[in-house]
């Protein structure tokens, strides 16, 4: 059975600093990886959308990478802001098993200082 | 815009009581789902539907019902056979696997 774990839970940075969020899956026959952005009682935002057969995909200050061999993602977030506080939320889609069912982690809680 | 409108958003069901969330979309996106979120466990798929008059249950199916009369609605009753209904709701659609999904702004329902 696929799980996903996303590590740190929780995060605090000053603004303006580069930072890393880890993404692990245990099933590496998925179909592609999704990281969301959820701010505090709203619904998910999708950031960015990596195929399996994909290294990594860029929007603006988000850097997303994929090591399917491995099982691992990585979110990179450049130039930290406190806009980016929010809690991001990575999710695979696999292959077989209820068609198309995203698996989540639990995610990580951002949290940038001014 | 296109896009996938919940309502409402925030929904106070009584002890024994039904309850029925509304998800439509119009995005033309034939396959719709149903997740609830509660604090610490994330995201859990209670119903999916591929395509017009079928679904299918997810992991936490029981005490749910659905109906997909139409491509653009998926709306999810919560009965009170669901003993701890409690949680926020979040819908999603998705066009095929290729093109990831697309969520909703979520229902918080509450137990009075």
């Known amino acids: 059975k696929q799980e996903v774990t996303q590590i740190p839970a929780a995060l605090s940075v000053p603004e303006g600093e580069n930072l890393v969020l880890n993404c692990s899956f245990t099933d590496s026959a998925i179909y592609n990886l999704q990281w969301f952005r959820q701010d505090p009682g709203k619904g998910l935002t999708s950031l960015l959308l990596?195929?399996?057969?994909?290294r990594e995909q860029t929007s603006g200050r988000l850097n997303a990478s994929l090591d399917k061999s491995s099982g691992r993602s990585t979110l990179y977030i450049a130039a930290s802001q406190p806009g980016d506080s929010a809690t991001y939320l990575c999710?695979?889609?696999?292959?077989?098993?209820?068609?198309?069912?995203?698996?989540f982690g639990k995610g990580t809680k951002l949290s940038v200082k001014p | 815009d296109g896009g996938i409108t919940q309502s409402p958003k925030y929904l106070f069901r009584k002890e024994g009581q039904n309850v029925t969330l509304s998800c439509e979309q119009n995005?033309?996106?034939?396959?719709m789902y149903w997740y609830r979120q509660d604090p610490g466990q994330g995201l859990r798929l209670i119903y999916y539907s591929q395509i017009v008059n079928d679904f299918q249950k997810g992991d936490i199916a029981e005490g749910y019902s659905v109906s997909r009369e139409k491509k653009e609605s998926f709306p999810l009753t919560v009965t009170s056979a669901q003993k701890n209904p409690t949680a926020f709701y979040l819908c999603?659609?998705?066009?095929?696997?290729?093109?990831?999904?697309?969520f909703g702004s979520g229902t918080r329902l509450t137990v009075v």
């Open positions: 999710a695979v889609t696999n292959y077989g098993g209820s068609q198309g069912n995203l698996i």
């Open positions: 990596i195929q399996s057969s994909q």
């Open positions: 995005l033309n996106h034939d396959a």
């Open positions: 999603a659609s998705s066009m095929a696997q290729l093109y990831g999904y697309t």
